[in-house]
Protein backbone atom coordinates (compact mmCIF):
# COMPACT_ATOMS: atom_id res chain seq x y z
CA UNK A 1 0.00 0.00 0.00
CA UNK A 2 0.82 3.50 -0.62
CA UNK A 3 3.55 5.21 2.26
CA UNK A 4 2.78 8.36 3.78
CA UNK A 5 6.21 9.44 6.28
CA UNK A 6 5.84 12.09 9.39
CA UNK A 7 8.68 13.68 10.97
CA UNK A 8 9.26 13.67 13.78
CA UNK A 9 7.72 11.42 16.12
CA UNK A 10 8.04 12.96 19.17
CA UNK A 11 9.15 16.72 20.04
CA UNK A 12 9.66 18.12 23.60
CA UNK A 13 9.44 21.91 23.03
CA UNK A 14 9.52 25.13 25.37
CA UNK A 15 6.71 27.49 25.56
CA UNK A 16 6.53 29.95 23.24
CA UNK A 17 8.58 27.99 20.16
CA UNK A 18 7.27 27.34 17.03
CA UNK A 19 7.24 23.76 16.02
CA UNK A 20 7.38 22.27 12.21
CA UNK A 21 5.95 18.56 11.64
CA UNK A 22 6.21 17.30 8.10
CA UNK A 23 4.05 15.08 6.00
CA UNK A 24 5.24 13.42 2.50
CA UNK A 25 3.57 11.05 0.43
CA UNK A 26 6.68 8.66 -0.63
CA UNK A 27 5.17 6.60 -3.72
CA UNK A 28 2.17 8.77 -4.44
CA UNK A 29 1.03 12.14 -5.19
CA UNK A 30 -1.35 14.16 -3.08
CA UNK A 31 -2.71 17.43 -3.81
CA UNK A 32 -4.62 16.93 -1.02
CA UNK A 33 -3.64 16.15 3.17
CA UNK A 34 -5.25 16.42 6.18
CA UNK A 35 -4.02 17.13 9.61
CA UNK A 36 -5.66 15.97 12.73
CA UNK A 37 -4.73 16.06 16.27
CA UNK A 38 -5.99 13.66 18.67
CA UNK A 39 -5.98 13.78 22.35
CA UNK A 40 -5.73 10.80 24.46
CA UNK A 41 -8.67 8.02 24.80
CA UNK A 42 -10.68 10.28 22.50
CA UNK A 43 -10.79 10.09 18.15
CA UNK A 44 -9.24 11.97 15.60
CA UNK A 45 -10.38 15.56 15.25
CA UNK A 46 -9.45 17.04 11.74
CA UNK A 47 -8.27 20.61 11.99
CA UNK A 48 -7.50 21.20 8.19
CA UNK A 49 -7.45 20.46 4.93
CA UNK A 50 -3.83 20.86 2.84
CA UNK A 51 -4.61 21.73 -0.63
CA UNK A 52 -1.32 21.71 -3.13
CA UNK A 53 -0.57 25.37 -4.18
CA UNK A 54 -3.33 26.93 -2.64
CA UNK A 55 -4.34 28.27 0.99
CA UNK A 56 -5.65 25.39 4.09
CA UNK A 57 -9.21 24.89 4.19
CA UNK A 58 -9.48 25.33 8.39
CA UNK A 59 -12.18 23.30 9.96
CA UNK A 60 -14.24 26.02 12.76
CA UNK A 61 -12.43 26.88 15.62
CA UNK A 62 -9.14 26.11 14.43
CA UNK A 63 -6.57 28.70 14.44
CA UNK A 64 -5.21 29.52 10.75
CA UNK A 65 -2.59 31.63 12.47
CA UNK A 66 -1.96 29.20 15.00
CA UNK A 67 -1.35 26.05 12.57
CA UNK A 68 0.29 26.85 9.92
CA UNK A 69 0.06 24.61 6.35
CA UNK A 70 1.79 25.12 3.84
CA UNK A 71 1.37 22.56 0.95
CA UNK A 72 4.17 23.71 -1.27
CA UNK A 73 4.67 20.13 -3.83
CA UNK A 74 2.71 17.43 -4.39
CA UNK A 75 4.23 15.21 -1.74
CA UNK A 76 5.00 17.47 1.31
CA UNK A 77 2.44 19.55 3.61
CA UNK A 78 3.92 20.72 6.86
CA UNK A 79 2.07 22.15 10.11
CA UNK A 80 3.92 24.71 12.24
CA UNK A 81 2.65 25.23 15.48
CA UNK A 82 3.51 28.45 15.95
CA UNK A 83 4.15 29.93 19.27
CA UNK A 84 3.15 26.69 21.27
CA UNK A 85 1.84 26.34 24.81
CA UNK A 86 1.11 23.29 26.82
CA UNK A 87 -2.92 23.32 25.67
CA UNK A 88 -0.74 22.44 21.93
CA UNK A 89 0.14 18.96 23.48
CA UNK A 90 -1.23 16.20 21.59
CA UNK A 91 -0.77 13.91 19.25
CA UNK A 92 -0.26 15.24 15.42
CA UNK A 93 -1.76 13.05 12.42
CA UNK A 94 -1.76 13.78 8.83
CA UNK A 95 -3.25 11.87 6.09
CA UNK A 96 -3.52 11.49 2.45
CA UNK A 97 -5.58 10.19 -0.02
CA UNK A 98 -5.16 7.98 -2.75
CA UNK A 99 -7.33 6.77 -5.70
CA UNK A 100 -5.70 3.87 -6.25
CA UNK A 101 -7.75 0.62 -7.95
CA UNK A 102 -10.50 3.82 -7.70
CA UNK A 103 -10.77 3.55 -3.85
CA UNK A 104 -10.55 6.39 -2.34
CA UNK A 105 -8.31 4.91 1.27
CA UNK A 106 -6.95 7.59 3.36
CA UNK A 107 -3.12 6.74 4.17
CA UNK A 108 -1.76 8.12 7.34
CA UNK A 109 0.87 9.14 9.11
CA UNK A 110 2.58 7.29 11.98
CA UNK A 111 1.66 10.39 14.17
CA UNK A 112 3.74 13.08 15.83
CA UNK A 113 3.26 13.32 19.70
CA UNK A 114 4.04 17.03 20.92
CA UNK A 115 4.60 18.34 24.14
CA UNK A 116 5.06 21.60 25.41
CA UNK A 117 6.87 22.67 28.60
CA UNK B 1 -20.95 13.64 5.73
CA UNK B 2 -23.44 11.34 6.86
CA UNK B 3 -23.14 10.47 11.06
CA UNK B 4 -21.71 6.85 11.81
CA UNK B 5 -22.66 5.56 15.55
CA UNK B 6 -20.70 2.53 17.21
CA UNK B 7 -20.88 0.95 20.07
CA UNK B 8 -17.95 2.57 22.54
CA UNK B 9 -16.29 -0.38 23.31
CA UNK B 10 -16.30 -4.52 23.34
CA UNK B 11 -14.76 -7.45 24.91
CA UNK B 12 -13.48 -10.61 23.10
CA UNK B 13 -11.17 -13.92 23.96
CA UNK B 14 -8.87 -14.43 21.23
CA UNK B 15 -9.88 -17.17 18.47
CA UNK B 16 -13.44 -15.84 18.14
CA UNK B 17 -15.20 -13.89 15.93
CA UNK B 18 -15.78 -10.41 16.35
CA UNK B 19 -18.31 -8.57 14.46
CA UNK B 20 -18.64 -4.63 14.85
CA UNK B 21 -21.61 -2.99 13.49
CA UNK B 22 -21.51 0.60 12.45
CA UNK B 23 -24.69 2.86 12.07
CA UNK B 24 -24.94 5.72 9.00
CA UNK B 25 -28.84 6.00 8.46
CA UNK B 26 -28.07 8.97 6.65
CA UNK B 27 -25.57 7.38 3.64
CA UNK B 28 -26.16 9.22 0.32
CA UNK B 29 -26.35 6.83 -2.73
CA UNK B 30 -22.58 8.09 -3.84
CA UNK B 31 -20.73 6.95 0.09
CA UNK B 32 -18.85 4.09 0.24
CA UNK B 33 -18.04 2.73 3.74
CA UNK B 34 -14.74 2.65 5.20
CA UNK B 35 -12.72 0.86 8.48
CA UNK B 36 -9.71 1.87 9.90
CA UNK B 37 -7.48 0.45 12.67
CA UNK B 38 -5.42 2.57 15.42
CA UNK B 39 -3.31 1.24 17.92
CA UNK B 40 -2.26 3.40 20.73
CA UNK B 41 0.22 6.12 19.49
CA UNK B 42 -0.11 5.00 15.34
CA UNK B 43 -1.97 6.42 12.99
CA UNK B 44 -5.10 4.14 11.63
CA UNK B 45 -4.35 2.03 9.40
CA UNK B 46 -6.95 1.29 6.38
CA UNK B 47 -8.70 -2.41 6.73
CA UNK B 48 -11.42 -2.46 3.94
CA UNK B 49 -14.18 -0.57 2.19
CA UNK B 50 -17.18 -1.78 0.65
CA UNK B 51 -19.96 -0.15 -1.60
CA UNK B 52 -22.81 -2.86 -1.14
CA UNK B 53 -23.10 -6.88 -0.13
CA UNK B 54 -20.03 -8.25 0.88
CA UNK B 55 -16.15 -7.59 0.90
CA UNK B 56 -13.55 -9.56 1.94
CA UNK B 57 -9.75 -9.33 2.12
CA UNK B 58 -7.14 -10.88 4.17
CA UNK B 59 -7.95 -9.53 7.36
CA UNK B 60 -11.80 -8.93 7.26
CA UNK B 61 -14.81 -9.19 5.82
CA UNK B 62 -17.43 -6.13 5.45
CA UNK B 63 -21.13 -6.88 5.22
CA UNK B 64 -23.55 -4.26 3.97
CA UNK B 65 -27.18 -5.13 3.79
CA UNK B 66 -29.13 -3.93 0.91
CA UNK B 67 -30.47 -0.19 2.58
CA UNK B 68 -26.74 0.01 3.61
CA UNK B 69 -28.02 2.18 6.59
CA UNK B 70 -25.42 -0.08 8.57
CA UNK B 71 -22.52 -1.82 8.07
CA UNK B 72 -20.87 -4.83 9.84
CA UNK B 73 -16.97 -5.57 9.89
CA UNK B 74 -16.30 -8.83 10.91
CA UNK B 75 -13.06 -10.11 12.51
CA UNK B 76 -12.00 -13.75 11.87
CA UNK B 77 -10.46 -15.37 14.88
CA UNK B 78 -9.03 -12.09 16.53
CA UNK B 79 -6.06 -12.23 18.52
CA UNK B 80 -4.15 -9.73 21.52
CA UNK B 81 -2.88 -8.28 18.22
CA UNK B 82 -6.01 -6.97 16.88
CA UNK B 83 -6.78 -4.57 20.49
CA UNK B 84 -7.51 -1.70 18.93
CA UNK B 85 -10.14 1.04 18.14
CA UNK B 86 -11.85 0.51 15.31
CA UNK B 87 -13.40 3.46 12.94
CA UNK B 88 -16.40 3.38 10.43
CA UNK B 89 -16.39 6.55 7.98
CA UNK B 90 -18.77 7.16 5.44
CA UNK B 91 -18.07 9.21 2.56
CA UNK B 92 -17.56 10.32 -1.12
CA UNK B 93 -15.29 8.48 -2.92
CA UNK B 94 -13.89 11.21 -4.87
CA UNK B 95 -10.75 12.75 -4.76
CA UNK B 96 -9.86 14.30 -1.44
CA UNK B 97 -13.12 13.58 0.48
CA UNK B 98 -12.48 15.27 3.92
CA UNK B 99 -12.82 12.37 6.27
CA UNK B 100 -14.47 12.73 9.86
CA UNK B 101 -13.92 10.26 12.53
CA UNK B 102 -16.64 8.85 15.11
CA UNK B 103 -16.11 8.07 18.44
CA UNK B 104 -14.78 4.74 16.89
CA UNK B 105 -15.20 1.05 19.24
CA UNK B 106 -12.43 -0.18 21.19
CA UNK B 107 -11.74 -3.75 20.99
CA UNK B 108 -10.03 -5.75 24.09
CA UNK B 109 -8.80 -9.01 23.00
CA UNK B 110 -8.03 -11.05 26.19
CA UNK B 111 -6.54 -14.35 26.70
Known amino acids: GAVVSQHPSWVICKSGTSVKIECRSLDFQATTMFWYRQFPKQSLMLMAT?????????EQGVEKDKFLINHASLTLSTLTVTSAHPEDSSFYIC?????????????FGAGTRLSVL | LAKTTQPISMDSYEGQEVNITCSHNNIATNDYITWYQQFPSQGPRFIIQ???TKVTNEVASLFIPADRKSSTLSLPRVSLSDTAVYYC????????????FGAGTRLFVKA
Open chain 1, 50 to 58: SNEGSKATY
Open chain 2, 50 to 52: GYK
Open chain 1, 95 to 107: SAPTLAGAKNIQY
Open chain 2, 89 to 100: LVGANTGGFKTI
